[in-house]
């Protein structure tokens, strides 16, 4: 079962650290790969979310205001992901190429892991309220 914490409480255990002047978003293979994914439109995946902005500059400031506010989840796999809700549009979700609903928040999958970890949009209408394990703050969750 996935814990969640406060993005207070994720940086006094450890599990986020200082916000990096500077995070490569495209430092490898892997990273390239999922940001062409969740930048350009395509019908191969059946089902990805785009960023409405493709820059390499606003993808990685999502990256980086995840990491300075978002809620932190380590997931059933024990993967590391933050969620930001980001504003009234960021992206889009598409099905095999035919656009699905409006995308308005931010979750970066993999956020220890330097060389894989990724962003992509996601709904708020999949988000919903869950408290801290450390300090029972109300916080948000995918």
Not at 51 to 59: A, E, M, R, V
Request: hydrophobic share 35%; charged share 15%; with cysteine.
């Amino acid at each position: 079962m996935s814990r969640h914490y406060c993005h207070e409480c994720a940086f006094k255990l450890g599990f986020i650290g200082t916000v990096p002047s500077t995070i490569n978003v495209l430092g490898s293979t892997y990273q390239v790969d999922k940001f062409i994914k969740h930048t350009i439109p395509s019908t191969i995946h059946n089902l990805a979310s785009i960023f409405t902005d493709p820059s390499t500059l606003t993808y990685q400031g999502y990256v980086v205001n995840a990491h300075a506010s978002g809620s932190y989840e380590i997931d059933d796999f024990g993967r590391g992901n933050i969620i930001l809700v980001a504003g009234p549009s960021v992206g889009a979700a598409y099905n095999k190429g035919t656009f699905v609903a409006p995308q308005d928040a931010v979750k970066i999958v993999l956020s220890s892991d330097p060389t894989r970890l990724h962003a992509f949009p996601i709904a708020s209408t999949h988000l919903s309220s869950v408290v801290c394990e450390n300090c029972h703050k109300p916080i948000i969750k995918i």
